[in-house]
Antibody, heavy 128, light 107 residues
Framework: EVQLVESGGGLVQPGGSLRLSCAASGFTISDHYMDWVRQAPGKGLEWVGRTRNKAKSYTTEYAASVKGRFTISRDDSKNSVYLQMDSLKTEDTAVYYC???????????????????WGKGTTVTVSS | DIQMTQSPSSLSASVGDRVTITCRASQGISNFLAWFQQKPGKAPRSLIYAAFTLQSGVPSKFSGSGSGTDFTLTISSLQPEDFATYYC?????????FGGGTKVEIK
């Protein structure tokens, strides 16, 4: 069974750091693009960032709101993806989800990836 | 950035009703459009990708259509388990962006 389990959430002060983990099972993450998505309390979904697969050299993309502060990495030996969050702000308070991105169509030789499988999320609270 | 606008933001419907939710992109995204369902306190669930392709295990009462800038999600006969919030999302360009959501409530 394909499964994603996030961990590492908690309470942190503004300006602090936190590292979230996403452990995958039932598939090999090196073959897949992986996303992080967050949801502030009572709000909608916001994409945070993406790491591409091994074939695409694990390159990354980020939302403007987190670029320069958040870093996505992965450890294929542990079949896990990570979200390092630095210089945290109160507006980063949210439930953070990881998701497996899957091919959702193509145009010529370019493939586009949508979020197919989601974890249950981990809660991050940034407050003094 | 590509802006995604959903309408309505909420609706009330009865069991058995046919429900349609619309999603408009600020620029053409071909058919690189996904729909998600989210119930309170739960993670989102992927329903549809590529505008009309059902994810494995999603019942056929859900259907999607559209291309370019205008898309719809239809639930053919609303059941109690379908009361939830629905989001559209484009994956044509970065940053990936979601619509604001449509909350489907019981009338």
């Amino acid at each position: 069974e394909v499964q994603l389990v996030e961990s590492g959430g908690g309470l942190v002060q503004p300006g602090g750091s936190l590292r979230l983990s996403c452990a995958a099972s039932g598939f090999t993450i090196s073959d897949h693009y992986m996303d992080w998505v967050r949801q502030a309390p009572g709000k909608g979904l916001e994409w945070v960032g993406r790491t591409r697969n091994k074939a695409k050299s694990y390159t990354t993309e980020y939302a403007a709101s987190v670029k320069g502060r958040f870093t996505i990495s992965r450890d294929d030996s542990k079949n896990s993806v990570y979200l390092q969050m630095d210089s945290l702000k109160t507006e980063d308070t949210a439930v953070y989800y990881c998701a497996r991105a899957e091919p959702g169509g193509s145009r010529g030789s370019v493939y586009y990836y949508n979020m197919g499988v989601w974890g249950k999320g981990t809660t991050v609270t940034v407050s003094s | 950035d590509i802006q995604m606008t959903q309408s309505p933001s909420s609706l009330s419907a009865s069991v058995g009703d046919r429900v349609t939710i619309t999603c408009r992109a600020s620029q053409g995204i071909s058919n690189f459009l996904a729909w998600f369902q989210q119930k309170p306190g739960k993670a989102p669930r992927s329903l549809i990708y590529a505008a009309f392709t059902l994810q494995s295990g999603v019942p056929s009462k859900f259907s999607g259509s559209g291309s370019g800038t205008d898309f719809t999600l239809t639930i053919s006969s609303l059941q109690p388990e379908d009361f939830a919030t629905y989001y559209c999302q484009q994956y044509k360009g970065y940053p990936l962006t979601f619509g604001g959501g449509t909350k489907v409530e019981i009338k």
